[in-house]
């Protein structure tokens, strides 16, 4: 059974940081590809990044410069570290591991006060 476990969520002022963590269970988790979304309210759920399997990432023109995923095949674990966060990062942020069916977290919130 699949199972992705965010952590690290939290209230944190504008321009501080926050690092997100999604730990992976049931899964091959070297071969996925690993991704970050997020969902603000009355807004749709959309993609923040994404770490492939050799390593490459892409990221929402929002956040680059600012936040970084990164993974950790050795803890099947992967990262989103967010700096520099602004009131629009507030969102509900949600794992997933894709390949090529997309498994999901249950979601961790992230608030950043202005």
């Known amino acids: 059974q699949v199972q992705l476990v965010e952590s690290g969520g939290g209230l944190v002022q504008e321009g501080g940081s926050l690092r997100l963590s999604c730990a992976a269970n049931g899964i091959r988790f070297s071969i996925f590809t690993m991704g970050w979304y997020r969902q603000a309210p009355g807004k749709q759920r959309e993609l923040v990044a994404r770490?492939?399997?050799?390593?490459?990432?892409t990221y929402a023109d929002s956040v680059k410069g600012r936040f970084t995923i990164s993974r950790d095949n050795a803890k099947s674990t992967v990262y989103l570290q967010m700096n520099s966060l602004e009131h629009e990062d507030t969102a509900v942020y949600y794992c997933?591991?894709?390949?090529?069916?997309?498994?999901w977290g249950q979601g961790t919130q992230v608030t950043v006060s202005s």
């Open positions: 770490i492939y399997p050799g390593d490459g990432t």
């Open positions: 997933t591991a894709l390949l090529p069916k997309e498994y």
